[in-house]
Structures are given as C-alpha cells and as structure tokens.
C-alpha cells in the first residue's frame, strides 16, 4: 500500500509559477514510476507528465511541454511537478499517481495502469 499526498496547489496569475509535490510513503518509492494527471470540472481526467523508476525518464503531454518539469527525490520520498507560464486552461485539480513498474525507464500516460492516487490539489490560474 502506498500513500501519496499532494501539496502546492493555489490561485496564481496567468504567466505565472507553481510548484506541487507529492509526498509517498508506505512502499519503497523507487519502485514506482510517478505521474502527475488533472482534471478540470465537466472534463476527463488527462496526463500531464510522467517520470520512471530510477533512470528519470520522463515524458509530458503536448499542452505543457517546454512548461512543465517533473522530477523526483527518491531520498525524499517525493516527487515535484514546476508549472511556469501557466494559463488560465491549466486550472484543474492535479494528481499525483503510482505506479509500480518492473521497467526502470518505461512510463505509462494511461490513467487506469496507475496503482495508487493521491486526493488532489486545486490549481487556479485567473487570467
């Protein structure tokens, strides 16, 4: 069992940066490739970035790349996603999610294939 809790989501302007973590515990850490997904009212949940086991392979959805950067500390135990430049369609509330992946370099974007899920952050990005 693996325990994820998302921390600093908030309101931010347009143009602006945020920056979330995700603090695991319950399980060895660098078992797991880690994603970050979101999901804005009335909409599905999409990918936003994802980050491998132990390599730190890492791989962003279209809408945030060059914007987006996730990272990981397996000390910690935690994972980051930087948001700059964000935009008002950035809002949504942001999950962090687990995956436990035999593979050290092999990400997956699909929600479902994803193990365990944190409770969510609310991002706002007035415009």
């Known amino acids: 069992q693996v325990q994820l809790v998302e921390s600093g989501g908030g309101l931010v302007q347009a143009g602006g940066s945020l920056k979330l973590s995700c603090a695991a515990s319950?399980?060895?850490?660098?078992?797991?490739?880690m994603g970050w997904f979101r999901q804005a009212p009335g909409k599905s949940r999409e990918f936003v970035a994802a980050?491998?086991?132990?390599?730190?392979?890492?791989y962003y959805a279209d809408s945030v790349k060059g914007r987006f950067t996730i990272s990981r500390d397996n000390a910690k135990n935690t994972v980051y996603l930087q948001m700059n430049s964000l935009k008002p369609e950035d809002t949504a509330v942001y999950y962090c999610?687990?995956?436990?992946?035999?593979?050290?370099?092999?990400?997956?974007?699909?929600?479902?294939?994803?193990?365990?899920w944190g409770q969510g952050t609310q991002v706002t990005v007035s415009s």
């Open positions: 980050i491998s086991r132990a390599v730190g392979n890492t």
């Open positions: 319950g399980h060895t850490f660098s078992s797991y490739a």
């Open positions: 999610a687990a995956d436990y992946s035999s593979s050290t370099v092999v990400v997956t974007t699909i929600p479902r294939e994803y193990d365990y």
